[in-house]
């Protein structure tokens, strides 16, 4: 689709739509033997004239980190190129691992995550970068809402006065900069607004983890900069 810009050969590859239509004629078209599905939106009543041609589908949607390795063994076997399957797959394993282990005891900071501007928006508990922020001991102060991509308030924010406002690079001009108009929160009186590679946060494959490596970075500075 439209998004689909890594790795560099994938900008070569047809466009089929976005990530609100894909053109089923095209898909069509193009004759898959295999489509890979990340369920959202308005996907499953687009899905539906393919499912009915017999076209084979394999849903992704990993929501936790150790899902990616096994999602990529499932991608192999599928394919055919389980020895490049497993390789990845071990790798993403022993690279989790390390990060989980360094950051065991990490001190627990209260985080607000933004993904866009205008309206505000964050992301709950189920979210995988929810499951990031664990990772790194970072704990989500919007876990609990029941909406994978809430909207929040400003108040609420500042209500809820987080030790560390992360954002993605995507989510606005400015992205963290218009909170420093409340020099009473607890994140910019000590100066921990930080912006993300967004790209690589919200996408759950293998580079999740270099965004994950960026997370834990941010939060141990916070760390070291608070008494």
Same mark, same amino acid.
């Given at each position: 689709?439209?998004?689909?810009?890594?790795?560099?050969?994938?900008?070569?590859?047809?466009?089929?739509?976005?990530?609100?239509?894909?053109?089923?004629?095209?898909?069509?078209?193009?004759?898959?033997?295999?489509?890979?599905?990340?369920?959202?939106?308005?996907?499953?009543?687009?899905?539906?004239?393919?499912?009915?041609?017999?076209? @084979?589908?394999?849903?992704?949607?990993?929501?936790?980190?150790?899902?990616?390795?096994?999602?990529?063994?499932?991608?192999?076997?599928?394919?055919?190129?389980?020895?490049?399957?497993? =390789?990845? =797959? &071990?790798?993403?394993?022993?690279?989790?691992?390390?990060?989980?282990?360094?950051?065991?005891?990490?001190?627990?900071?209260?985080?607000? $995550?933004?993904?866009?501007?205008?309206? %505000? $928006? *964050?992301? +709950?508990?189920?979210?995988?970068?929810?499951?990031?922020?664990?990772?790194?001991? /970072?704990?989500?102060?919007?876990?609990?809402?029941? !909406? *994978?991509?809430?909207?929040?308030?400003?108040?609420?924010?500042?209500?809820?006065? @987080?030790?560390?406002? %992360?954002?993605?690079?995507?989510?606005?001009?400015?992205?963290?900069?218009?909170?420093? #108009?409340?020099?009473?929160?607890?994140? !910019?009186?000590?100066?921990? %607004?930080?912006?993300? +590679? &967004?790209?690589?946060?919200?996408? @759950? /494959?293998?580079?999740?983890?270099?965004?994950?490596?960026? !997370?834990?970075?941010? %939060?141990?500075? =916070? #760390?070291?900069?608070? @008494?």
């Amino acid at each position: 689709v439209s998004h689909s810009d890594y790795p560099e050969a994938a900008k070569q590859v047809p466009r089929v739509g976005d990530n609100r239509q894909v053109d089923i004629e095209r898909v069509l078209a193009l004759k898959p033997d295999l489509l890979v599905v990340w369920l959202h939106g308005n996907a499953e009543r687009q899905l539906e004239p393919l499912r009915r041609l017999g076209v @084979p589908l394999f849903y992704s949607e990993p929501t936790k980190l150790e899902a990616i390795p096994e999602t990529l063994l499932k991608l192999g076997t599928l394919m055919g190129s389980e020895p490049q399957a497993q =390789a990845a =797959a &071990g790798q993403f394993r022993q690279r989790l691992a390390g990060l989980r282990q360094h950051y065991a005891q990490a001190r627990p900071l209260r985080v607000f $995550y933004q993904v866009w501007d205008q309206p %505000l $928006y *964050t992301l +709950n508990g189920q979210h995988m970068v929810s499951d990031v922020l664990r990772l790194c001991g /970072g704990v989500n102060i919007f876990a609990d809402l029941p !909406v *994978t991509a809430p909207t929040v308030t400003q108040e609420a924010v500042i209500a809820a006065d @987080p030790d560390v406002i %992360l954002a993605g690079e995507m989510s606005g001009r400015g992205a963290v900069d218009s909170w420093k #108009r409340f020099p009473r929160m607890r994140a !910019v009186r000590q100066q921990q %607004l930080y912006t993300l +590679n &967004g790209d690589l946060l919200h996408r @759950p /494959g293998p580079r999740i983890l270099d965004g994950a490596s960026q !997370v834990c970075q941010r %939060l141990a500075q =916070a #760390r070291a900069q608070r @008494p």
